[in-house]
């Protein structure tokens, strides 16, 4: 027994595998949320959804996020412009129409002006969402459709639409600009992309 206790000791648990990482979700689950969040008229969280997918941004960049960042009186952009926290460096992202109809509905619905933060916190000590409230909402929208919530968090959101352009592109150059990366080896580690393509280059290899 000491024996197979120190050989379980002497091998750590997370030897070969990417700690931390939290999942993207699949194409399918995106839609599973988004049509849950429709179908309970969640219009808030909607268009938080919806703009956390299309922006690519980390927590605290789209939670600070204002109306005026997205929004030109009554009308939505089609592109937007926010300047990272963390690297002070701007990154760019697209608004597709069904996060910009979303976005619009929820302006409306809130009566926000150009000046308000776009996700104003429902407590009075937070003039907006805190990122640790919006981690709880992404939790509560995976575990709605079924899926391990300790799987998935606030970087679900931001690597699944660079997630999903990888796999169809292969374009690492373009995934680091939208993610705002300074250096590509950080965009190849995030993603977790040469554990995935070595998997995935395994599984058609047949023996």
């Avoid at 703009?51 to 960049?61: F, G, V, Y």
């Avoid at 931001?158 to 950080?186: M, P």
Wanted: aromatic content about 6%; glycine content about 6%; proline content about 2%.
């Amino acid at each position: 027994m000491a024996t197979s206790a120190s050989h379980r000791q002497s091998f750590p648990w997370n030897k070969g595998k990417l700690v931390g990482q939290k999942a993207p979700l699949k194409l399918r689950e995106i839609w599973a949320i988004r049509v849950r969040l429709q179908l309970n008229h969640k219009v808030r969280d909607l268009a938080l959804f919806n703009l956390a997918i299309d922006s690519k941004l980390r927590a605290c960049d789209l939670v600070g996020l204002h109306v005026a960042d997205v929004a030109h009186g009554d009308k939505i952009g089609r592109r937007a412009v926010v300047m990272q926290r963390k690297t002070h460096r701007p990154v760019q992202f697209e608004i597709t129409e069904m996060t910009g109809e979303s976005l619009l509905a929820w302006i409306q619905r809130a009566q926000l002006r150009s000046t308000d933060y776009l996700f104003p916190s429902r407590l009075h000590a937070s003039p907006h969402l805190s990122t640790r409230q919006y981690a709880r909402i992404v939790h509560g929208w995976v575990e709605e459709i079924g899926l391990d919530g300790g799987l998935y968090g606030t970087h679900t959101m931001r690597r699944t639409k660079a997630s999903l352009i990888y796999r169809r592109t292969r374009n690492l150059r373009a995934v680091q600009l939208l993610l705002g990366h300074t250096k590509l080896e950080s965009t190849v580690r995030y993603l977790g992309i040469e554990v995935d393509d070595a998997l995935e280059i395994a599984e058609q290899t047949e023996v």
